[in-house]
């Protein structure tokens, strides 16, 4: 179950859910569609300028003994990519749908908590994802005025 939520966590999601509120509802997919671009956009590249500049090792390279259940698509541990991706996505779900969107919120904490049984993050790691991608969030629709 955990490889699933996290697999779930790839990123897919940022390009099908605004397709999808494009075509159920356009008017809130217009005001979602650049919240997401902007947000995206900032938290891709802080994500990958910390991850690369900070150079954590994952929990498999730093615990003696300890071996992760799948294998990480990069090298470095902090911040979690993966959280942060979610809690951006859930983030700005919220800000468009409000209370709605609180099964996303969910979705978002099952993705970090399946980073960390899965072993390729420590608590820390998905904590900093996901206050980033949320903090993100938030900032790229004052920004935008949504």
Same mark, same amino acid.
């Given at each position: =179950?955990?490889?699933?939520?996290?697999?779930? +966590?790839? +990123?897919?999601?940022?390009?099908?859910?605004?397709?999808?509120?494009?075509?159920?509802?356009?008017?809130?997919?217009?005001?979602?569609?650049?919240?997401?671009?902007?947000?995206?956009?900032?938290?891709?590249?802080?994500?990958?300028?910390?991850?690369?500049?900070?150079?954590?090792?994952?929990?498999?390279?730093?615990?003696?003994?300890?071996?992760?259940?799948?294998?990480?698509?990069?090298?470095?541990?902090?911040?979690?990519?993966?959280?942060?991706?979610?809690?951006?996505?859930?983030?700005?779900?919220? #800000?468009?749908?409000?209370?709605?969107?609180?099964?996303?919120?969910?979705?978002?904490? +099952?993705?970090?908590?399946?980073? #960390?049984?899965? +072993?390729?993050?420590?608590?820390?790691?998905?904590?900093?994802?996901?206050? =980033?991608?949320?903090?993100?969030?938030?900032?790229?629709?004052?920004?935008?005025?949504?």
């Amino acid at each position: =179950m955990a490889r699933a939520v996290s697999r779930s +966590g790839d +990123g897919y999601l940022h390009v099908l859910v605004p397709l999808l509120v494009l075509t159920l509802d356009p008017e809130s997919g217009w005001q979602l569609l650049p919240l997401l671009v902007l947000a995206l956009a900032v938290e891709r590249s802080l994500y990958w300028l910390v991850k690369n500049s900070l150079r954590r090792p994952r929990p498999q390279e730093t615990v003696p003994g300890f071996r992760s259940l799948i294998t990480a698509s990069d090298q470095f541990s902090f911040p979690s990519g993966h959280s942060s991706g979610a809690f951006l996505l859930a983030t700005a779900l919220l #800000i468009i749908y409000g209370g709605a969107a609180i099964p996303m919120l969910l979705w978002a904490a +099952g993705v970090a908590l399946s980073r #960390i049984l899965l +072993g390729v993050h420590f608590p820390g790691d998905t904590l900093a994802g996901a206050i =980033m991608g949320s903090g993100i969030a938030l900032l790229a629709a004052a920004q935008l005025g949504v």
